[in-house]
Each structure stands twice: as structure tokens, then as C-alpha cells.
């Protein structure tokens, strides 16, 4: 009963491939995050998504491009990988935009190659 | 835009030491939340404080905010190996609806 899931958990591509992370809330909660994490551990938003609509998109390569077919799913397409999308991206949610806790996934470790 | 910038940004204990991380914006901030992440693991939510100069514990972990709102801080007594981790700040200005995270602390307990 894993209250937000990814998959996949990992993911090792090469440049210039086409990749999706998939992620789903059971939690009944209306905003859905998408945030990335580098190498020295600085977590920063990518995406917000509140009942299906987009309400942050922060300074993304638009090859991200996030789609929410509803309020409990949050996918992450990004085209044309590059070296530097190596990260773990994390999803998460809240029950209210930016003024609850936040719950996440437990990650996507994205290695290109 | 807002940064929320966390010291240290390593700490290493002996066990039974206690650890302090502090938290500072250079602006005033509707709330600020704590969240821990394991090592391997993702960020898992601790608290959140809502009210000038409010203090709460959670067991051996004590929270305070800024009577001006603008820092805050997460003190550990008596560390113990599970504590091990890095403890992250986040803050939401109250303009925009966006959580952003401090540069987080890790701590490194040995016995």
C-alpha cells in the first residue's frame, strides 16, 4: 500500500533516448510534484501539478515535459537525453499546495550514458 | 528567487553527542517545514512550524522558528547511529505555491 509509487525505481539509457517515469498517489491528495535531485543532493522543483492543472514549471529544458491524466498521476517525459539529466527525480504530493507536508516517492535513479 | 540556506553542510557525531542544524532565509516565511532523508532513501516529512518563535519536539528532536519568521532550527540530543541522514529545511513564502528546500545538513553518527 505504498502511498506514492515510481517507477521505474532505475533507469541507465543512452544520450539522445526517450524516457517516462511514471508516478501515482493513493492518498487523495490534489497537488502532485515532480523535483530533482543532483549529485550534491540539492532537491529542486521541476513541476507542480494541482487537480490536473499545471501550476509550476520552473526554468526546465522544455525536452521535460510533465502530463497529469488526473489528479492521482503525474508522468515525467523527457526527449533527447542529455548527460546532465543524470539526477534522481522524486515525485510527491501534498494536500495542499506548498502549505502541507509533502509525501514521496522513494525515486527514479536516472543514469545516461 | 528565495533561497534557504542550511549550515552546516556536514556534521560528523560521536554517539550520545547532540547536533544541531540551522536554517536561514533573507526572507520572512509563512511556514517552514523538516524533512529527513535516509542515505538511499527520499525526503520523508518531520514537522512542520507555522507560528513566530514555535518550538515542538518530536522525542530527542526539538524545532524552533524565528520569532521574525526568517530561521529556524532542528536540534538532536543524545545522537544516536540511526539518526544518520541528511535533514532538510523547506519553506513556502506564501506567494507562490511552491516548497522550496533549504541545502540540507548531513549528519554522519559514529559510535
Known amino acids: 500500500d505504498t502511498a506514492v509509487s515510481q517507477t521505474p525505481k532505475y533507469l541507465v539509457t543512452q544520450m539522445g533516448n526517450d524516457k517516462s517515469i511514471k508516478c501515482e498517489q493513493n492518498?487523495?491528495?490534489?497537488?502532485m510534484y515532480w523535483y530533482k535531485q543532483d549529485s550534491k543532493k540539492f532537491l529542486k522543483i521541476m513541476f507542480s501539478?494541482?487537480?490536473?492543472?499545471?501550476?509550476i514549471n520552473e526554468t526546465v529544458p522544455n525536452r521535460f515535459s510533465p502530463k497529469s491524466p488526473d489528479k492521482a498521476h503525474l508522468n515525467l517525459h523527457i526527449n533527447s537525453l542529455e548527460l546532465g539529466d543524470s539526477a534522481v527525480y522524486f515525485c510527491?504530493?501534498?494536500?495542499?499546495?506548498?502549505?502541507?507536508?509533502?509525501?514521496f516517492g522513494s525515486g527514479t535513479r536516472l543514469t545516461v550514458v | 528567487g528565495q533561497q534557504v540556506m542550511q549550515i552546516p553542510q556536514y556534521q560528523h557525531v560521536q554517539e550520545g553527542e547532540d547536533f544541531t542544524t540551522y536554517c536561514n532565509s533573507s526572507?520572512?516565511?509563512?511556514?517552514i517545514q523538516w524533512y529527513k532523508q535516509r542515505p538511499g532513501g527520499h525526503p520523508v516529512f518531520l514537522i512542520q512550524?507555522?507560528?513566530?518563535?514555535e518550538v515542538k519536539k518530536q522525542k530527542r528532536l526539538t524545532f524552533q522558528f524565528g520569532e521574525a519568521k526568517k530561521n529556524s532550527s532542528l536540534h538532536i540530543t543524545a545522537t544516536q547511529t540511526t539518526d544518520v541522514g541528511t535533514y532538510f529545511c523547506?519553506?513556502?513564502?506564501?506567494?507562490?505555491?511552491?516548497?522550496?528546500f533549504g541545502t540540507g545538513t548531513r549528519l554522519q553518527v559514529t559510535l
Open positions: 510527491a504530493s501534498s494536500q495542499v499546495s506548498g502549505k502541507s507536508g509533502y509525501t
Open positions: 492518498l487523495g491528495h490534489d497537488t
Open positions: 501539478y494541482n487537480n490536473k492543472e499545471l501550476i
Open positions: 526572507t520572512t516565511l509563512s511556514n
Open positions: 512550524l507555522v507560528k513566530s518563535g
Open positions: 523547506a519553506a513556502n513564502t506564501g506567494t507562490a505555491s511552491k516548497l522550496t
